[in-house]
């Protein structure tokens, strides 16, 4: 299935698009803007179906023949924008695929629409290029833009474009999706909910992962016997998790997970807020050996390692720092 009733939370997106269809007024350019994993372009694929829906509903009919074509992936009037540089959406792409082709009528359908992911990606040419379309474009097209990054975007685009922007969903949502929708235990659904901070996406990945599943359990088990390692063991440990295809920054998580769940515990005793409440006897002695203060040292020294991460500092240097913090202080 594929309608906006099948979208979670976004509700003041859904609004705005609903009522468009409704009223008939089609803006010719749109911007969704959220993180990655978002479901960005599963909205702008409901939006795409919905128009080009023969019965011209709120909802797209699934039944019609432009619906059907749609969920079989390849209605003609539809474009996926592709760029052949994984990093670069250059002019050529801009050119060849939209603005060279806009000019041909739609072949079976009132629009002709032209999705761009990764919007952040294209270069200042591009984006000019791109310019010349949405300044002057035909009645037909419409062309949306998907980014994780509004603000890699020229303000001369950003101004001829509707921007809309996701917010996260709420972790209520979230649970009751991976347990109803997925089948996933109430446990793991609240594990995978803590590390998504309201981006559906990433929930879904991870409780269908198998390797964040074996992550968590090598980060877990790293922490309860950190203080009895030397520090050569730790770095052979970590080493191991750079053969994973998870996102380090994934690990980390987990890690600053853990050492909320040890502040909380300390602060309340209270274990039913925990979100690895099936590790309470780790995390009760934990939390009886180490102050608040080290506690929360820890906690900004993950932080740390992530932005030392994201600034391309050695992986291997920058996980030592943080393990002999841990160690002194965790």
């Known amino acids: 299935m594929a309608g906006f009733r099948d979208i979670i939370g976004q509700e003041q997106i859904k609004e705005h698009l609903q009522n468009a269809l409704e009223s008939g007024k089609i803006s010719h350019a749109y911007i969704i803007n959220g993180e990655k994993s978002s479901g960005k372009e599963f909205i702008a694929k409901v939006f795409a179906m919905t128009l080009q829906c023969e019965k011209g509903g709120k909802e797209p009919c699934q039944e019609c023949h432009s619906c059907k074509q749609v969920l079989s992936g390849n209605q003609p009037d539809i474009i996926k924008v592709l760029h052949e540089k994984p990093n670069t959406i250059s002019v050529e792409d801009i050119r060849t695929q939209i603005n060279d082709d806009v000019a041909i009528k739609p072949y079976s359908s009132p629009y002709k629409i032209y999705l761009l992911e990764d919007a952040e990606k294209m270069t200042v040419q591009a984006q000019n290029a791109l310019l010349k379309t949405l300044e002057e474009p035909p009645e037909y097209a419409v062309i949306i833009l998907m980014t994780a990054n509004v603000n890699a975007l020229l303000p001369t685009v950003l101004s001829r474009c509707v921007v809309l922007n996701m917010r996260p969903v709420s972790d209520r949502l979230i649970k009751r999706y991976l347990m109803e929708t997925l089948q996933v235990p109430d446990y793991k659904a609240e594990v995978c909910v803590a590390f998504a901070r309201g981006n ?131």
């Open 200 to 330: 559906v996406g990433k929930a879904k990945s991870l409780a269908v992962s198998e390797e964040f599943e074996n992550v968590k359990a090598e980060a877990l088990s790293l922490l309860k016997y950190i203080q009895e390692l030397d520090l050569y063991e730790i770095v052979t440990d970590i080493k191991k998790i750079s053969e994973y295809k998870l996102d380090v920054n994934d690990y980390l998580d987990i890690m600053a997970i853990w050492y909320r769940d040890v502040l909380l515990f300390k602060a309340t005793r209270d274990a039913n807020q925990l979100v690895f409440r099936e590790e309470l006897q780790a995390i009760r002695k934990v939390a009886d050996r180490s102050s608040y203060e080290g506690i929360e040292r820890v906690i900004k020294a993950l932080e740390k390692a992530k932005s030392r991460l994201n600034a391309n500092v050695n992986f291997e240097l920058t996980m030592e720092l943080l393990m002999l913090e841990i160690k002194e202080n965790g």
